[in-house]
């Protein structure tokens, strides 16, 4: 069956840019002209594209450009970008096809990503698309032009088989690589059949002649032509340390499963036979903290889980820290949006990026300013801006390295915001006296700057380790929660891990050694180095990577994990929260890689189904407490006095999603509704601080618009 490649489709993906013929309508060549938004030639600036995403491992066949012998000697190419000499007395008159088929003929087996440096509106998105929609089993794919359907044979991608067509096509003098790529498909690209529909005309628009360029400058060049917001400044060119533009949000959207179907998935993976344990000196739990208690009982805070909490425990830090933004998208000052619909469009020009831990820049006006790029966890740049939207809210034509982003609604203050404090301040009640601590109050205590704890003590019983899992986390703004006990500071912008110390306690719960590995921060080669050796080493039965997984662009585990040529089984599950959850599989050692999303209660919600689903086939024995299905009624009286029904739960649900949400559990051992909209507190199923008081996890399956019934299961903490 086929099925959409990875960001990088096959092992020795490479990328060849065409300089172009010998044309001079434009004054000068047309590789020299300069690009509007970065000054640089456009084939520098498509190069640095193409090197920023070699960067992440998309091209590991290499990055080439093909030029005749006058354009490349006044080149200087960067490392690792490698020339192809087009020469016309070797391979005749036969246009790119020459270019084309001599970097071929130097990496035969290679799939190449073919580029023409006259489309100016080349971006990582738009060659990100492609690259996810080239099918596996498709010898060649294309952009389909919107207005008539045609292919545009210098975007796209070519594998070994077409490359033969288009030999064997020159040899018959028939040297145009958009024949070449309709006899490969049997004489007609269509979609589905090498043809891919481009999300925007843009993307192959080309530039011929003085009066396209000159098109190409006033949209590039933000002129007044471009639909700005209301007295609006144009927006400065945002660049990196390295130099070059900055582009915003550099993924592509990841397609949500059903979590029956995701679920499914996780069961059923093809696992490996237990590694063998390398020495190691001490116990596994021990070396991760649970020191026997002192003589008051007084132990680390993973150390009392399975024990019941002899005092009132109060947080010491609010949660969170700060204000912050809940997602990856643009903070807004809400007024200005006020009259945005999707006839008329507000358009801002983007002032910056602020990724998560880092201190947040001096401001001007927002009315004249605009918007700011932020990632979760970022601290808005002021109190004007007063709201975050969600990337994949805003419209497509903000992706494509402009500089601008189109709002096409409304938004009210404070949406997508966290306030300092808003699940919990510091000295509130987390547990009483009396509660059993289990992994789930781990990751709250640990987020309310908990080390130690006095609990009861017990001889518990003790599993024997039977898998080891490694634990990789990313975000250059977590601090360890190790590195917290051990005195480290949290300064403005950081968070306290409370995810890593969560999944160590499930998994020695499970029998499983948890192993820490470095934290990649944010950066691609960390990342990549560390998950490299994991896997190398053939010495974990499952990893776990936390963070790193959505659309911010400092998220770079899925494009990582492809160029080490895992399998892509899943990303994006159609749950809440959770939703960017992905799983993937190192087929050559079968070692499943679970990539978690970095916020905590979704972090635990996919290791507890995920998770647990991949742990249970892994392990001997049974697995914790399965999922149970509720009743729905009758309701007591309890409920219906607080208008707190279930089915009235439900239906504020998304249909068609399922969402997980922790609750307390009743004196009958059950699931209740009870506080779980509590006054003056946020207990939605992505608060954190709807643990405080819970016992279970509960999740709900809306069946979709027009059909089905509405299902509750749940399983204790």
Not at 53 to 80: C, H, K, N, W, Y
Not at 253 to 267: D, N, Q
Not at 494 to 503: A, E, G, K, Y
Not at 661 to 670: E, H, K
């Amino acid at each position: 069956m086929t099925t959409l490649a990875p960001a990088a489709p096959v092992p020795g993906q490479a990328v060849l840019l065409l300089l172009g013929g010998r044309s001079t309508r434009m004054g000068q060549p047309k590789h020299l002209l300069p690009h509007p938004r970065s000054g640089k030639p456009l084939w520098q600036h498509h190069i640095d594209t193409l090197l920023e995403l070699a960067d992440e491992g998309i091209f590991p066949g290499g990055i080439f450009v093909s030029g005749r012998r006058e354009q490349m000697t006044d080149l200087s190419l960067p490392e690792g970008v490698q020339a192809v000499l087009d020469d016309p007395e070797t391979n005749g008159d036969i246009g790119p096809a020459a270019g084309i088929l001599t970097a071929a003929t130097s990496k035969s087996d290679a799939t190449w990503l073919i580029l023409a440096v006259d489309l100016p509106f080349i971006s990582r998105d738009s060659i990100l698309h492609l690259l996810k929609a080239h099918l596996t089993d498709s010898p060649v794919s294309l952009y389909l032009h919107s207005d008539d359907g045609n292919p545009e044979p210098l975007f796209s991608i070519w594998t070994p088989t077409a490359l033969a067509q288009l030999r064997s096509n020159c040899r018959a003098g028939k040297s145009g690589p958009c024949r070449a790529a309709k006899d490969v498909w049997g004489g007609k690209i269509g979609p589905g059949a090498g043809g891919v529909e481009v999300p925007t005309e843009d993307w192959i628009t080309d530039a011929d002649t003085p009066d396209e360029w000159r098109a190409v400058q006033r949209r590039l060049g933000l002129s007044e032509s471009v639909p700005f917001g209301e007295k609006c400044n144009p927006p400065k060119q945002i660049k990196n340390p390295e130099g070059g533009l900055r582009r915003a949000f550099s993924r592509t959207t990841y397609k949500s499963l059903p979590f029956e179907a995701a679920i499914a998935i996780a069961h059923s993976l093809p696992l490996p036979e237990p590694r063998k344990r390398r020495p190691s000196t001490g116990d596994a739990a021990y070396r991760m903290g649970l020191q026997p208690p002192e003589e008051d009982n007084t132990s680390s805070l993973l150390a009392g889980v399975g024990q019941a909490t002899e005092q009132d425990i109060h947080a010491v830090l609010p949660h969170p820290l700060e204000d912050n933004s809940a997602m990856d998208g643009f903070a807004v000052n809400a007024k200005r949006l006020a009259n945005a619909s999707p006839h008329s469009p507000i358009f801002l020009p983007i002032l910056g990026r602020i990724l998560a831990g880092e201190a947040p820049p001096p401001t001007g006006s927002p009315a004249q300013d605009g918007c700011w790029e932020v990632m979760t966890g970022a601290i808005l740049p002021s109190g004007a801006f007063d709201a975050v939207i969600k990337v994949e809210d805003v419209l497509p034509s903000d992706l494509l390295g402009r500089g601008l982003v189109g709002f096409a609604a409304p938004v009210k203050s404070g949406q997508h915001i966290r306030q300092q404090g808003e699940q919990f301040r510091a000295g509130d009640l987390l547990l009483r006296a009396g509660e059993v601590i289990t992994p789930e109050h781990v990751m709250l205590l640990a987020a309310a700057g908990i080390t130690n704890v006095q609990a009861t003590t017990s001889a518990r019983p003790r599993r024997e380790i039977e898998r080891r899992v490694a634990i990789l986390t990313t975000g250059k703004e977590v601090v360890p929660f190790n590195d917290f006990v051990g005195g480290t500071r949290v300064e403005t912008g950081q968070v306290i891990d409370c995810i890593t110390p969560f999944l160590q306690a499930t998994l020695v719960s499970r029998g499983c050694e948890p192993v820490l590995l470095a934290s990649a921060g944010d950066s691609v080669t960390a990342l990549r180095t560390s998950l490299d050796a994991a896997l190398e080493s053939e010495s974990f039965d499952l990893i776990i990577t936390v963070a790193g997984v959505s659309l911010g662009s400092a998220d770079h585990t899925p494009a990582v994990l492809a160029s080490l040529e895992l399998d892509e089984l899943f990303h994006g599950v159609a749950i809440r929260p959770g939703g960017p959850v992905m799983l993937s599989l190192h087929r050559a050692s079968n070692t499943p890689v679970l990539s978690l999303p970095g916020n905590p209660m979704a972090s635990a919600v996919c290791m507890q189904s995920f998770g647990a689903a991949i742990l249970d086939g892994l392990s001997s024995r049974a697995g914790g407490e399965g999922w149970s299905e509720l009743d729905l009624g009758p309701f007591s009286e309890e409920e219906v006095e607080q208008n707190a029904s279930w089915q009235e739960w439900l239906e504020r649900l998304k249909p068609g999603m399922s969402t997980f949400a922790a609750l307390p559990v009743s004196d009958q051992g059950v699931p209740t509704l009870r506080g779980i909209f509590s006054a003056g507190r946020r207990t939605g199923p992505c608060a954190l601080g709807s643990l405080i008081g819970a016992g279970a996890w509960i999740r709900a399956d809306r069946a979709a618009n027009g059909g089905g019934k509405d299902k509750v299961f749940w399983r204790p903490f």
